[in-house]
């Protein structure tokens, strides 16, 4: 069965520490791995999409990792405008997005 | 460009009444999604639809739930009658076009509380 499961379920960081989110997963034929971030009240906005393992993608503080196994999502120096819940999406060999639960990041002045 | 479109934004119902809801996608995308947002959980998919056929409604519950999508364009998601589980953010989304990795863009969501 699909799965994708994400780590930690809630982070804390003082403005400037920076960290990483985790997103492991296992599915059928991966079509794409998509981050989405999403405030509270709002609809998930598109972050970024990793199509094949060693692609790396960047956007302003956010770096977004695959490998066969795993993404990450690196944010250096992160800001208190950072604080979102970020989740993580496969698409499947039917091109239906599976999500996992979210990690809740909270940035700290 | 406006994106993604939905309305209600909230809407608060006693078990057993009917709700609806309404998505009009980003236009010229002809593929629009319908998931469910449990509290602390990821979106989970309801519906799809290519133009006006759904394509994939394996996840919707058919014995209350039923969803159009007259003329390819806005679509209606309806509840009836609605139950205490239903409590939930209901999002629409759209992409493209279909049978590809297109990003699907969503909309604010409706979030439904039921008493």
């Known amino acids: 069965e699909d799965q994708v499961t994400q780590s930690p379920e809630a982070l804390r960081l003082q403005e400037g520490e920076s960290s990483s989110l985790n997103c492991s997963y296992t599915?059928?034929?991966?079509?794409?791995l998509f981050w989405y971030r999403q405030d509270p009240g709002k609809g998930p906005e598109f972050l970024f999409t990793?199509?094949?393992a060693g692609e790396e993608k960047e956007k302003e503080r956010l770096k977004a990792t695959l490998t066969k196994k795993e993404s990450f999502l690196h944010i250096t120096a992160p800001k208190p405008e950072d604080s979102a819940t970020y989740l993580c999406?496969?698409?499947?060999?039917?091109?239906?997005?599976?999500f996992g639960s979210g990690t809740r990041l909270l940035v700290r002045p | 460009e406006a994106g993604v479109v939905q309305s209600p934004r909230y809407k608060i119902i006693e078990k057993k009444q009917p709700v609806a809801f309404w998505c009009n996608p980003i236009?010229?995308?002809?593929?629009l999604y319908w998931y469910r947002q449990n509290l602390g959980q990821g979106p989970e998919l309801l519906i799809r639809?290519?133009?006006?056929?759904?394509?994939?409604d394996s996840q919707l519950p058919k014995d209350r739930f039923s969803a159009e999508r007259l003329k390819g364009v806005d679509s209606t998601l309806k509840i009836q009658p609605a139950e205490l589980g239903d409590s939930a953010v209901y999002l629409c989304?759209?992409?493209?076009?279909?049978?590809?990795?297109?990003?699907?863009?969503f909309g604010p969501g409706t979030r439904l509380t039921v008493l």
């Open positions: 989304a759209s992409s493209l076009v279909a049978g590809n990795t297109d990003t699907q863009y």
């Open positions: 599915v059928s034929g991966l079509r794409g």
């Open positions: 990793l199509y094949s």
């Open positions: 999406a496969v698409m499947d060999s039917s091109y239906k997005l599976i």
């Open positions: 236009s010229g995308h002809n593929t």
């Open positions: 639809y290519e133009n006006e056929e759904a394509v994939d």
